[in-house]
C-alpha cells in the first residue's frame, strides 16, 4: 500500500514563494510518475506539474516559468517550487503518484492535500 504525506503550504503574500514536498511510502510498488494538482474552490481538480521517472515534466500553462518540479527517486519525494506566487493559486496542492505493483496492476494514489494560500 502506497501512502503520500505532503508539507509544505502556508500563507505567503504575492509575489512570495513557497516549496510543497511529498514523500511516498510502502513497498510492493514501482513509481513511474509523481505530480502535483490543485484544487480551489468551486474549480475542479486540475494538474499544476507532472514529472516521470526519466526526469521528463509537464506544467500547466498558469504555471510556466513560475513553478518547477522535481524529485529525488532515492527518497521517493516530489518537490514543487513555487515562485512569483499570485492570488489565483491559492488552492489545495494534492500530491499524485502513478505507479506499478508486483502484480503490474496500476496504482493511483493521492496525498491528503496542503493549503496554499497568497494573499494579495
Known amino acids: 500500500q502506497v501512502q503520500l504525506v505532503e508539507s509544505g503550504g502556508g500563507l505567503v503574500q504575492a509575489g512570495g514563494s513557497l516549496r510543497l514536498s511529498c514523500v511516498a511510502s510502502g513497498s510492493g510498488f514501482t513509481i513511474n510518475a509523481m505530480g502535483w494538482y490543485r484544487q480551489a474552490p468551486g474549480l475542479s481538480r486540475e494538474m499544476a506539474a507532472a514529472?516521470?521517472?526519466?526526469?521528463?515534466?509537464n506544467y500547466a500553462d498558469s504555471v510556466k516559468g513560475r513553478f518547477t518540479i522535481s524529485r529525488d527517486n532515492v527518497k521517493n519525494a516530489v518537490y514543487l517550487q513555487m515562485n512569483s506566487l499570485k492570488p489565483e493559486d491559492t488552492a489545495a496542492y494534492y500530491c499524485r503518484l502513478w505507479g506499478t505493483d508486483t502484480d503490474y496492476q496500476a496504482v493511483n494514489t493521492w496525498g491528503q492535500g496542503t493549503q496554499v494560500t497568497v494573499s494579495s
Open positions: 514529472i516521470r521517472t526519466d526526469g521528463s515534466t
